[in-house]
């Protein structure tokens, strides 16, 4: 079993930087792969970037693909989504999700841990 807190959000201004924390607890989670999936009001969620167990590998959506950046520090058992140049349609509870020895998948249903989630809320 794996534990996901999700901590960094907030309110900022559009053109403003974010960095979302997912913080795990329970198993190892070097050999997790992990996701940021994101859900507007009234709107699906829907995958955000991913990296894959081994941190070889990432993924985003072509929507934050130069502005937001997935990273992974094992040794702190964390995964950041550093976000940049961020704009209102950016808006939404932002959470992290885990699968072991995963690659970076876009698919919610490849994740079996998932957080709470994160507040986002940009205004312009």
């Known amino acids: 079993q794996v534990q996901l807190v999700e901590s960094g959000g907030g309110l900022v201004q559009a053109g403003g930087s974010l960095r979302l924390s997912c913080a795990a607890s329970?198993?190892?989670?070097?050999?997790?792969?992990v996701g940021w999936f994101r859900q507007a009001p009234g709107k699906e969620r829907e995958f955000v970037a991913a990296?894959?167990?081994?941190?070889?590998?990432?993924r985003y959506t072509d929507s934050v693909k130069g502005r937001f950046t997935i990273s992974r520090d094992n040794a702190k058992n964390s995964v950041y989504l550093q976000m940049n140049s961020l704009k209102p349609e950016d808006t939404a509870v932002y959470c992290c999700?885990?699968?072991?020895?995963?690659?970076?998948?876009?698919?919610?249903?490849?994740?079996?841990?998932w957080g709470q989630g994160t507040q986002v809320t940009v205004s312009s």
């Open positions: 999700a885990a699968e072991p020895y995963a690659g970076a998948s876009t698919y919610r249903a490849q994740y079996r841990y």
């Open positions: 329970g198993r190892t989670f070097s050999n997790h792969a």
């Open positions: 990296i894959s167990w081994s941190g070889s590998s990432t």
